[in-house]
Protein backbone atom coordinates (compact mmCIF):
# COMPACT_ATOMS: atom_id res chain seq x y z
CA UNK A 1 0.00 0.00 0.00
CA UNK A 2 3.28 2.50 -0.08
CA UNK A 3 2.10 5.01 -2.10
CA UNK A 4 -1.70 4.92 -1.80
CA UNK A 5 -1.78 6.39 1.42
CA UNK A 6 -2.82 10.05 0.14
CA UNK A 7 -5.68 8.09 -2.43
CA UNK A 8 -7.30 6.10 0.92
CA UNK A 9 -7.38 8.79 3.53
CA UNK A 10 -8.36 11.46 1.10
CA UNK A 11 -11.02 9.57 -1.60
CA UNK A 12 -12.20 6.63 0.61
CA UNK A 13 -12.27 8.48 3.94
CA UNK A 14 -12.75 11.47 2.98
CA UNK A 15 -10.56 13.57 4.74
CA UNK A 16 -8.79 16.89 2.89
CA UNK A 17 -5.37 16.46 1.45
CA UNK A 18 -3.84 19.32 3.22
CA UNK A 19 -5.07 17.62 6.62
CA UNK A 20 -3.65 14.17 5.80
CA UNK A 21 -0.43 15.95 4.10
CA UNK A 22 0.50 18.09 7.31
CA UNK A 23 -0.11 14.88 9.36
CA UNK A 24 2.01 12.83 7.60
CA UNK A 25 4.97 15.40 7.54
CA UNK A 26 4.30 16.01 11.21
CA UNK A 27 4.77 11.44 11.75
CA UNK A 28 8.28 12.06 9.59
CA UNK A 29 9.43 14.61 11.97
CA UNK A 30 8.53 12.71 15.09
CA UNK A 31 10.73 9.76 13.12
CA UNK A 32 13.53 12.14 14.07
CA UNK A 33 12.79 12.92 17.65
CA UNK A 34 12.64 9.49 18.88
CA UNK A 35 15.57 8.04 16.48
CA UNK A 36 17.98 8.24 19.41
CA UNK A 37 15.55 7.23 22.91
CA UNK A 38 14.65 4.26 20.07
CA UNK A 39 18.64 3.48 19.78
CA UNK A 40 19.37 3.62 23.50
CA UNK A 41 16.02 1.07 23.73
CA UNK A 42 17.54 -1.47 21.54
CA UNK A 43 21.22 -1.02 23.25
CA UNK A 44 20.79 -0.92 26.33
CA UNK A 45 17.46 -3.85 26.33
CA UNK A 46 18.20 -6.05 23.21
CA UNK A 47 18.46 -5.45 19.69
CA UNK A 48 15.81 -8.13 19.09
CA UNK A 49 13.49 -7.14 21.39
CA UNK A 50 13.37 -3.44 19.56
CA UNK A 51 13.02 -5.17 16.39
CA UNK A 52 10.21 -7.09 17.44
CA UNK A 53 8.36 -3.76 19.08
CA UNK A 54 8.95 -1.92 15.75
CA UNK A 55 7.26 -4.69 14.13
CA UNK A 56 4.39 -4.63 16.69
CA UNK A 57 3.82 -0.67 16.29
CA UNK A 58 3.97 -1.43 12.71
CA UNK A 59 1.25 -3.85 13.01
CA UNK A 60 -1.24 -1.70 14.92
CA UNK A 61 -0.07 1.17 12.42
CA UNK A 62 -1.60 -0.41 9.20
CA UNK A 63 -4.44 -1.78 11.35
CA UNK A 64 -5.39 1.74 12.21
CA UNK A 65 -4.32 3.09 8.30
CA UNK A 66 -7.10 0.61 7.18
CA UNK A 67 -9.62 0.86 10.26
CA UNK A 68 -9.18 3.93 11.61
CA UNK A 69 -11.72 6.73 11.25
CA UNK A 70 -10.80 10.56 10.95
CA UNK A 71 -8.06 12.74 12.11
CA UNK A 72 -7.87 11.00 15.48
CA UNK A 73 -7.27 7.44 13.42
CA UNK A 74 -4.57 9.15 11.23
CA UNK A 75 -2.56 10.53 14.09
CA UNK A 76 -2.55 6.94 15.85
CA UNK A 77 -1.77 5.58 12.77
CA UNK A 78 0.88 8.04 12.10
CA UNK A 79 2.79 7.57 15.32
CA UNK A 80 2.79 4.20 15.07
CA UNK A 81 4.35 3.62 12.21
CA UNK A 82 7.10 5.96 13.50
CA UNK A 83 7.59 4.34 16.31
CA UNK A 84 8.03 0.84 14.75
CA UNK A 85 10.13 2.61 12.13
CA UNK A 86 12.31 4.47 15.22
CA UNK A 87 12.68 1.07 17.06
CA UNK A 88 13.83 -1.23 14.14
CA UNK A 89 16.29 1.41 12.46
CA UNK A 90 19.68 0.45 13.83
CA UNK A 91 18.17 -1.92 15.65
CA UNK A 92 18.81 -4.16 12.16
CA UNK A 93 21.78 -3.23 11.30
CA UNK A 94 23.16 -3.60 14.93
CA UNK A 95 21.92 -7.28 15.42
CA UNK A 96 23.36 -8.61 11.61
CA UNK A 97 26.77 -6.80 12.62
CA UNK A 98 26.72 -8.35 16.27
CA UNK A 99 25.63 -11.88 14.37
CA UNK A 100 28.13 -11.54 11.56
CA UNK A 101 31.03 -10.70 14.59
CA UNK A 102 29.80 -13.67 16.51
CA UNK A 103 29.85 -16.66 13.24
CA UNK A 104 33.46 -14.88 12.39
CA UNK A 105 31.96 -13.68 9.08
CA UNK A 106 32.81 -9.77 10.64
CA UNK A 107 34.00 -8.82 6.36
CA UNK A 108 30.78 -10.10 4.81
CA UNK A 109 28.84 -7.21 7.06
CA UNK A 110 29.10 -4.80 3.95
CA UNK A 111 27.97 -7.25 1.10
CA UNK A 112 25.36 -9.06 3.39
CA UNK A 113 23.86 -5.33 4.13
CA UNK A 114 24.67 -4.15 0.67
CA UNK A 115 23.03 -7.23 -1.24
CA UNK A 116 19.58 -7.27 1.57
CA UNK A 117 19.31 -2.88 0.61
CA UNK A 118 19.49 -4.12 -2.93
CA UNK A 119 16.55 -6.71 -2.45
CA UNK A 120 14.18 -4.15 -0.84
CA UNK A 121 14.49 -1.58 -2.82
CA UNK A 122 13.64 -3.42 -5.63
CA UNK A 123 10.93 -5.28 -3.79
CA UNK A 124 9.23 -1.83 -3.04
CA UNK A 125 9.03 -1.47 -6.45
CA UNK A 126 7.36 -4.73 -7.66
CA UNK A 127 5.16 -4.37 -3.77
CA UNK A 128 4.32 -0.53 -5.05
CA UNK A 129 3.50 -1.67 -8.80
CA UNK A 130 1.45 -4.69 -7.14
CA UNK A 131 -0.66 -2.83 -4.52
CA UNK A 132 -2.31 -0.95 -7.19
CA UNK A 133 -3.22 -3.74 -9.27
CA UNK A 134 -4.60 -5.39 -6.24
CA UNK A 135 -6.52 -2.33 -5.51
CA UNK A 136 -7.75 -1.53 -8.78
CA UNK A 137 -8.98 -5.66 -8.68
CA UNK A 138 -10.09 -6.28 -5.51
CA UNK A 139 -10.24 -3.15 -3.31
CA UNK A 140 -8.89 -1.49 -0.85
CA UNK A 141 -10.23 -3.80 1.47
CA UNK A 142 -7.57 -6.65 0.39
CA UNK A 143 -4.99 -4.04 -0.33
CA UNK A 144 -4.91 -3.32 3.57
CA UNK A 145 -5.61 -6.65 4.69
CA UNK A 146 -2.24 -8.24 2.58
CA UNK A 147 -0.30 -5.12 3.68
CA UNK A 148 -1.00 -6.30 7.35
CA UNK A 149 -0.12 -9.75 6.73
CA UNK A 150 3.11 -8.83 5.50
CA UNK A 151 3.75 -6.57 8.62
CA UNK A 152 3.12 -9.72 10.63
CA UNK A 153 5.68 -11.61 8.31
CA UNK A 154 7.75 -9.40 9.60
CA UNK A 155 6.88 -9.67 13.29
CA UNK A 156 7.29 -13.06 13.01
CA UNK A 157 10.64 -13.15 11.93
CA UNK A 158 11.82 -10.78 14.58
CA UNK A 159 10.70 -13.15 17.12
CA UNK A 160 12.40 -16.17 15.64
CA UNK A 161 15.69 -14.28 15.90
CA UNK A 162 18.29 -14.51 18.23
CA UNK A 163 20.15 -12.01 20.47
CA UNK A 164 24.08 -12.69 19.62
CA UNK A 165 27.44 -12.22 22.21
CA UNK A 166 28.44 -9.10 22.62
CA UNK A 167 31.61 -8.02 19.83
CA UNK A 168 35.05 -6.97 20.51
CA UNK A 169 35.50 -3.37 20.98
CA UNK A 170 36.88 -1.31 18.28
CA UNK A 171 40.11 0.09 17.88
CA UNK A 172 40.38 3.09 19.90
CA UNK A 173 42.55 4.85 17.19
CA UNK A 174 40.68 5.42 14.33
CA UNK A 175 38.80 4.16 11.58
CA UNK A 176 40.15 1.84 8.67
CA UNK A 177 40.27 3.39 5.24
CA UNK A 178 41.01 1.49 2.30
CA UNK A 179 43.62 -0.69 4.63
CA UNK A 180 44.93 2.22 6.41
CA UNK A 181 43.86 3.42 9.91
CA UNK A 182 42.81 6.57 9.96
CA UNK A 183 43.40 8.90 13.58
CA UNK A 184 40.61 10.32 14.83
CA UNK A 185 38.62 10.71 18.01
CA UNK A 186 35.27 8.42 17.60
CA UNK A 187 32.65 11.50 18.02
CA UNK A 188 34.24 13.07 15.32
CA UNK A 189 34.78 9.96 12.91
CA UNK A 190 31.18 9.60 13.40
CA UNK A 191 29.70 12.59 12.53
CA UNK A 192 32.41 12.91 9.40
CA UNK A 193 31.22 9.31 8.35
CA UNK A 194 27.52 10.32 8.32
CA UNK A 195 27.25 13.64 7.40
CA UNK A 196 28.70 13.60 3.68
CA UNK A 197 25.81 10.69 3.24
CA UNK A 198 23.40 12.55 4.77
CA UNK A 199 23.72 15.89 2.73
CA UNK A 200 23.78 13.63 -0.69
CA UNK A 201 20.63 11.66 0.59
CA UNK A 202 18.94 14.96 0.86
CA UNK A 203 20.24 15.86 -2.96
CA UNK A 204 19.07 13.52 -4.21
CA UNK A 205 15.98 13.32 -2.36
CA UNK A 206 15.43 17.25 -3.80
CA UNK A 207 16.66 16.44 -7.12
CA UNK A 208 13.92 13.71 -7.24
CA UNK A 209 11.14 15.68 -6.15
CA UNK A 210 12.09 18.22 -8.85
CA UNK A 211 11.96 15.65 -11.53
CA UNK A 212 8.92 14.49 -11.13
CA UNK A 213 6.90 18.10 -10.38
CA UNK A 214 8.56 19.71 -13.85
CA UNK A 215 4.94 19.50 -15.57
CA UNK A 216 6.87 18.29 -19.01
CA UNK A 217 6.54 14.65 -18.54
CA UNK A 218 3.67 12.84 -19.36
CA UNK A 219 2.49 10.08 -16.71
CA UNK A 220 4.20 7.19 -18.64
CA UNK A 221 7.41 8.70 -18.59
CA UNK A 222 7.05 10.10 -15.00
CA UNK A 223 6.66 5.98 -13.94
CA UNK A 224 9.70 5.50 -15.99
CA UNK A 225 11.40 8.25 -14.47
CA UNK A 226 10.57 6.76 -10.47
CA UNK A 227 11.22 3.20 -11.26
CA UNK A 228 14.81 4.18 -13.06
CA UNK A 229 15.56 6.15 -10.07
CA UNK A 230 14.72 3.49 -7.48
CA UNK A 231 16.92 0.50 -9.71
CA UNK A 232 19.92 2.85 -10.12
CA UNK A 233 19.60 2.80 -6.06
CA UNK A 234 19.30 -0.50 -6.01
CA UNK A 235 22.56 -0.95 -8.72
CA UNK A 236 24.81 1.03 -6.27
CA UNK A 237 24.24 -1.48 -3.44
CA UNK A 238 24.93 -4.01 -5.63
CA UNK A 239 28.25 -2.47 -6.58
CA UNK A 240 28.52 -2.02 -3.14
CA UNK A 241 28.62 -5.06 -2.31
CA UNK A 242 31.68 -5.97 -3.98
CA UNK A 243 33.52 -2.76 -3.28
CA UNK A 244 36.54 -3.34 -0.32
CA UNK A 245 35.92 -1.55 3.12
CA UNK A 246 36.38 1.84 3.21
CA UNK A 247 35.35 4.69 5.23
CA UNK A 248 35.22 8.54 5.85
CA UNK A 249 37.25 9.68 2.41
CA UNK A 250 35.18 7.23 0.39
CA UNK A 251 32.18 9.31 2.12
CA UNK A 252 33.06 12.55 1.22
CA UNK A 253 34.41 11.82 -2.71
CA UNK A 254 30.69 10.24 -3.22
CA UNK A 255 29.28 13.35 -1.88
CA UNK A 256 31.37 15.33 -3.71
CA UNK A 257 30.50 13.48 -6.96
CA UNK A 258 26.67 13.74 -6.15
CA UNK A 259 27.03 17.57 -5.50
CA UNK A 260 28.84 18.03 -8.98
CA UNK A 261 25.85 16.08 -10.76
CA UNK A 262 23.39 18.31 -8.97
CA UNK A 263 25.22 21.63 -10.20
CA UNK A 264 25.57 19.99 -13.31
CA UNK A 265 21.89 19.25 -13.50
CA UNK A 266 20.86 22.68 -12.22
CA UNK A 267 22.98 24.24 -15.05
CA UNK A 268 21.71 22.03 -18.30
CA UNK A 269 18.80 20.92 -17.44
CA UNK A 270 18.69 18.40 -20.65
CA UNK A 271 20.91 16.30 -18.58
CA UNK A 272 18.64 16.87 -14.95
CA UNK A 273 16.92 13.25 -15.37
CA UNK A 274 20.03 11.75 -15.90
CA UNK A 275 22.01 13.61 -12.86
CA UNK A 276 19.00 12.42 -10.80
CA UNK A 277 19.67 9.31 -11.57
CA UNK A 278 23.21 9.23 -10.90
CA UNK A 279 22.52 10.42 -7.72
CA UNK A 280 20.32 7.88 -6.88
CA UNK A 281 23.03 5.55 -7.84
CA UNK A 282 25.61 7.06 -5.64
CA UNK A 283 23.04 7.59 -2.80
CA UNK A 284 22.91 3.27 -2.94
CA UNK A 285 26.28 2.68 -3.45
CA UNK A 286 27.16 5.26 -0.07
CA UNK A 287 24.48 3.31 2.41
CA UNK A 288 26.18 -0.05 2.61
CA UNK A 289 29.80 1.39 2.48
CA UNK A 290 28.66 4.46 5.69
CA UNK A 291 26.60 1.05 7.36
CA UNK A 292 29.52 -0.93 7.42
CA UNK A 293 32.16 1.77 8.58
CA UNK A 294 29.80 2.71 11.40
CA UNK A 295 29.93 -0.58 12.62
CA UNK A 296 33.03 -1.29 12.86
CA UNK A 297 34.12 2.05 14.25
CA UNK A 298 30.83 2.05 16.86
CA UNK A 299 31.32 0.68 20.52
CA UNK A 300 28.89 -2.94 21.04
CA UNK A 301 26.75 -0.73 24.24
CA UNK A 302 26.21 2.15 21.17
CA UNK A 303 25.99 0.32 17.99
CA UNK A 304 21.81 1.12 17.42
CA UNK A 305 22.33 4.26 18.83
CA UNK A 306 25.17 5.24 15.77
CA UNK A 307 22.76 4.03 13.40
CA UNK A 308 20.00 5.48 14.57
CA UNK A 309 21.88 8.62 14.80
CA UNK A 310 22.82 8.81 10.87
CA UNK A 311 18.92 7.88 10.19
CA UNK A 312 18.29 10.87 11.88
CA UNK A 313 20.35 13.42 10.17
CA UNK A 314 19.67 11.58 7.22
CA UNK A 315 15.66 12.55 7.45
CA UNK A 316 16.73 16.00 8.98
CA UNK A 317 18.68 16.66 5.71
CA UNK A 318 15.56 15.37 3.65
CA UNK A 319 13.45 17.41 5.01
CA UNK A 320 15.46 20.76 4.96
CA UNK A 321 16.25 20.23 1.11
CA UNK A 322 12.78 18.64 0.05
CA UNK A 323 11.49 22.60 1.76
CA UNK A 324 14.34 24.28 -0.76
CA UNK A 325 13.79 22.74 -3.89
CA UNK A 326 9.82 23.10 -2.78
CA UNK A 327 10.65 27.16 -2.85
CA UNK A 328 13.12 26.53 -5.70
CA UNK A 329 10.02 25.02 -7.90
CA UNK A 330 7.71 28.05 -6.56
Not at 19 to 38: K, Q, R, S, Y
Not at 53 to 75: K, R, Y
Not at 220 to 236: N, W, Y
Amino acid sequence: MHGLYLLWWVQERGMPAATVAAILAAGDLAIVAVEVPTGWFADRLGHRLSLIVGSACQVAGMLLCWLGQGIPGLVAASVLVGLGDGFRSGADQALLYRSCVALGREADFQRIEARTRAVQISALVGLVMAGGFIVQRWGFATGWLLETLLCTTGLVLAWAMAEPPAAAEPPEDGIAENGRTIAVNGLAALSLLILPLSVLGGLTSAAAFLAQTSGRTDPQALTLLVAAISLAEAAGAIVAARMPSSGILTQAVLASLGLGAAITGAIRPSVFPAAVIGLSFLDGLAHPLRAAAMQRLAADAMRARAASFASACDKACDTVLLLAAGVWRR
